[in-house]
């Protein structure tokens, strides 16, 4: 792996194995992503090392949500973490 300037894995669950490759790449200046979708649920984790700047273009506040229900309703409701209830 040291040949290349990231490495992307996807759907790999074994979490010891992707600990070692992350710190595999973080110790030789590799770029790390790995993510995965499990039914309604996904994830992505992205480690370029120390000096990796994030720019943020909006000033936007992430927002986390965990679906709380699917209908064909107009209103959909969303139950953010922390169980705050938003509607959109």
Same mark, same amino acid.
């Given at each position: 792996?040291?040949?290349?300037?990231?490495?992307?894995?996807? +759907?790999?669950? =074994?979490?010891? @194995?992707?600990?070692?490759? &992350?710190?595999?790449?973080?110790? *030789?200046? $590799?770029?790390?992503?790995?993510?995965?979708?499990?039914?309604?649920?996904?994830?992505?984790?992205? +480690?370029?090392? =120390?000096?990796? @700047?994030?720019?943020?273009? &909006?000033?936007?506040?992430?927002? *986390?949500? $965990?679906?709380?229900?699917?209908?064909?309703?107009?209103?959909?409701?969303?139950?953010?973490?922390?169980?705050?209830?938003?509607?959109?």
């Amino acid at each position: 792996m040291k040949n290349y300037d990231v490495v992307v894995l996807t +759907d790999n669950y =074994d979490k010891v @194995k992707l600990i070692e490759f &992350n710190n595999f790449c973080h110790e *030789n200046n $590799i770029g790390f992503i790995t993510s995965g979708i499990l039914g309604l649920y996904g994830f992505a984790f992205v +480690d370029f090392g =120390d000096a990796h @700047k994030v720019h943020d273009k &909006n000033g936007e506040e992430v927002k *986390n949500a $965990i679906v709380a229900s699917i209908s064909s309703d107009d209103v959909i409701i969303f139950q953010e973490i922390f169980s705050k209830v938003s509607k959109f």
